[in-house]
C-alpha cells in the first residue's frame, strides 16, 4: 500500500473542538492510517503542529 503524508492541518483538527464534525473526520483518518500502517509524519509537520497547538492557548 502506498504511504501518505500527513498534512499538519489533520493533526490540528483532532485536537480542535471548535468544529466536531472536522475533529471527527481528521480522528477517523488518523484511526485508519494506524490501522494500515499508511501514512507517515515529517519532522516539518510535527514541528507546525506543536507550533500550532502552543499558540491556540
Not at 483538527?13 to 488518523?30: C, G, H, N
Request: charged residues 20%; hydrophobic residues 45%; proline residues 4%.
Amino acid at each position: 500500500m502506498p504511504m501518505a503524508m500527513i498534512d499538519t492541518n489533520v493533526l490540528v483538527y483532532m485536537f480542535d473542538p471548535r468544529d466536531v464534525e472536522r475533529q471527527e473526520k481528521a480522528i477517523s483518518l488518523l484511526l485508519k492510517f494506524e490501522e494500515t500502517g499508511a501514512g507517515c509524519l515529517s519532522v516539518q509537520c510535527l514541528s507546525e503542529f506543536v507550533n500550532a497547538v502552543l499558540s491556540m492557548q
